[in-house]
């Protein structure tokens, strides 16, 4: 009598060999590749800032004692602030972009990365426009 051999089942990848090698990335070398663009992005931004604080500081002479800054608020003396206080949106803007580089210098997710240099360049967008809004709005020149 014949023995049978007994066929021993096999996963379908177990017999494929492939000769495929992970590139090896040192993680100092990946940490500093991602947090350069976004060093040198920051520092643009709070120079552009810092250029419209400068901005302000020189216009001051030709800009009303009372500035509509508060230009979402109702109608009325609720809107107006100390031509002072343009500063503020270069503040803010200056601050966000601080805080989202210290985030950046934590996490290595390059997605978040990506989500904090385009919140601070709108940011700093936005408040740039509306300064100078304000300041060709009201100022004489």
Do not use: C
Not at 13 to 25: D, G, Y
Not at 68 to 96: E, H, T
Not at 121 to 134: D, G, H, N
Request: aromatic fraction near 8%; charge should be positive.
């Amino acid at each position: 009598m014949a023995v049978k051999k007994r066929k021993v089942w096999r996963r379908p990848s177990a017999h494929i060999k492939t000769n495929f090698k992970a590139p090896v990335v040192h993680t100092s070398d990946a940490k500093e590749s991602l947090k350069t663009p976004f060093a040198k992005r920051s520092l643009a931004l709070l120079a552009l800032n810092t250029l419209v604080i400068v901005l302000i500081i020189v216009v001051h002479n030709s800009l009303p004692p009372e500035v509509p800054l508060f230009y979402g608020l109702a109608r009325g003396k609720d809107q107006l602030a100390a031509s002072n206080l343009l500063v503020i949106p270069s503040l803010v803007s200056m601050s966000v972009v601080i805080i989202n580089f210290l985030v950046s210098n934590i996490t290595t997710d390059k997605f978040l990365r990506t989500t904090l240099i385009s919140t601070s360049i709108v940011i700093t967008f936005f408040s740039i426009i509306t300064t100078l809004k304000i300041i060709f709005l009201v100022g004489s020149f």
